[in-house]
């Protein structure tokens, strides 16, 4: 018993070790990909007061929830949300299946529009046809869907799969929360079986820490096999009032640090600042043209208006992507 | 550098050694309050597999989930749901504010049935009542409220707090279940913000790993400050076919083990054993009149028939109470 126990321990402290090292290391510069300008500093600032046990804003491990938008916060989202490209592809390929489509707005419009151009339809349309062209289809049969989608669509200026479109620099904060106890979620307006097929590989969230918009289920037994169908019909828009009543909902604690970049973020940073206690709200502020886009109060995708005069006026940290980050993506 | 690394690396090693005593202790006998009966090897035989890396059943830690009901399962449930009590009470505090009441059912019924008595009242009904009774009110104000109550009433018939009414064999096989990576949940009908003030400390499950029943919400502003209102509106219903629908919307990915107790968990436990790969079903049978209740296939609080059936025909595992729990409570 006593030699078991000694190789245990043996190889508990190796792994300590290692552990460690990375640690030491990493708290060398945590977040290698950003500048050492202010929204680091305050980032660092933060983490490391909620972490100190003697500090009076130390916060516990359980409550150290950090909920990060998706869209323009962790990957890109120009010239058009990367979901709605999936969606254009989507309704193409059933298309045959839905002679209808062709003149039945908004399948109609999608189905017009060259590959280049902006699709002329709301984001809550989006929704609608995403729901639509899949219903009846069980959850297993999408997840396959968008995994085959997403291991070979490209972005169509880059060139690259959207996968690789994802910001360095957050996927290091990402990695820093969470080697500081923090777990982190997404809360996405996009669609939360779109996402979570591999924001686990991606991100390292899993599916069950991915909040975002849902259609309706509906369990029933095919061929003798339990299924989950889905339905066409919307069950949650996890959008600007919705980010909140998400979390609510899907965590059940407010957290202590949010992170987007656009309007309908907006409302997650007020429920996440009005909480006691130390707070961290961020947005991520695309000023970028030649690496990424510059874009906020006018642009049709990620308006960023109304949140940045809040966050100037309430003192919250605003990354600007130029200035702010080494690099932009991986 | 050198001396700090080397304090850090005690320090580790040191914490290394207590986890390691702890999990080669507890690994001599993790489950002591159940008998060394079927259900014990079944469930120890389960993990073993699971966690065995070399084992073509091995299953990464990031796939261990593993769902739990909870009236019946994590603690007892009658003579009446301990959330049909807590509704009981709240009706009667709130009757002054609601003259209506008096004369309006599902209310009235409520109000004039004796302390001790059962209630002719559905699920349904009941989720609506305690829904409408609290609409208006902050998801933080019913949140405190849950805690005065969890904190202060007693069960009628043992005089205990509802929270020493969990069993101990379950405290055990969640504790034993975690420490071997798995992530537990519970998976309830009953109301998710009357379970999340209390299953942390209760159960060691944090508030994003209870899934359950829920009203609508709104976010708004009052007095300047975000707020999550309650509607009079039910959003969710988990029970029976809604749990494997509440199981997809939460947590993302199916149960490689599920437990239950009644026919409302039947849907769970077939969804998870569709999965592929090692699977894990359990159903506890109450049989000891004794110690708890005996009641199964004609009781109106917990019915287990349907699936008793199910379970016995597809060799799922069932504890019973009386024969395989040394002790019940804690």
Redesign the interface.
């Known amino acids: 018993m006593k030699t078991i ?1 000694r190789k ?2 043996g190889a ?2 190796l ?3 290692v ?3 990375t640690t ?1 290391s990493r708290a060398a510069d945590p977040l290698p990909s950003w500048n050492d300008t202010a929204p680091k500093k305050a980032i660092v600032a933060f983490v490391q007061k909620v972490t100190n046990q003697g500090s009076p804003d130390f916060v516990p491990v ?1 409550e150290r ?1 950090a909920t990060f938008d998706n869209d323009g916060t962790l990957w890109a989202e120009q010239p058009i949300y990367f979901q709605w490209r999936f969606a254009l592809d989507r309704v193409k390929a059933l298309a045959p299946q839905h002679p209808e489509w062709k003149t039945k707005p908004p399948f109609s419009q999608l189905l017009s529009t060259p590959k280049e151009e902006h699709v002329a339809v709301s984001e809550h349309e989006l929704m609608e046809i995403i729901i639509a062209a899949h219903a009846g289809m069980t ?1 297993e049969e999408f997840e396959k869907i968008v995994k085959d989608w997403i291991a070979t669509a490209k972005h169509p200026k880059t060139g690259k799969l959207y996968t690789e479109m994802v910001y360095q620099p957050m996927l290091e904060l990402l990695a820093y929360l969470r080697a500081n106890g923090f ?1 982190t979620f997404i809360v996405s307006g996009g669609g ?2 779109f996402m ?1 097929p591999w924001t ?1 590989r991606v991100y390292g969230i ?5 909040i975002g918009s ?1 259609g309706k ?4 037994m095919r061929d003798g ?2 299924v ?1 169908r889905k339905l066409p019909e919307i ?1 949650f828009v996890d959008d600007k ?2 980010k ?2 998400g979390i ?6 407010r957290p202590i640090a949010a992170f987007g970049n656009s309007d309908g973020d907006l ?1 997650m940073l ?2 996440t600042a ?1 909480g006691n206690g130390p707070r961290f709200c961020l947005y991520v502020h695309h000023t970028d043209s030649e690496r990424e886009w510059a874009y906020d109060r006018t642009s049709s995708i990620g308006r960023l208006d109304k949140g940045l005069d809040e966050a100037k006026a309430r003192g919250w940290t605003i990354v600007s992507m130029k200035d702010d980050w080494k690099r932009i993506f991986q």
């Not at 289920?217 to 029933?220: G, R």
């Not at 609510?248 to 604690?253: L, N």
Request: no cysteine; charged share 20%.
């Open positions: 126990l245990i321990l508990a402290a792994a300590s070790a552990a460690f090292t030491v359980t929830i959850t777990k939360i079986e979570r686990e899993p599916p069950e820490q991915v849902s289920l509906k369990f029933e096999q339990p989950l069950n009032e919705g909140p009543v609510q909902q899907h965590i059940g604690r409302q007020q429920w009005a």
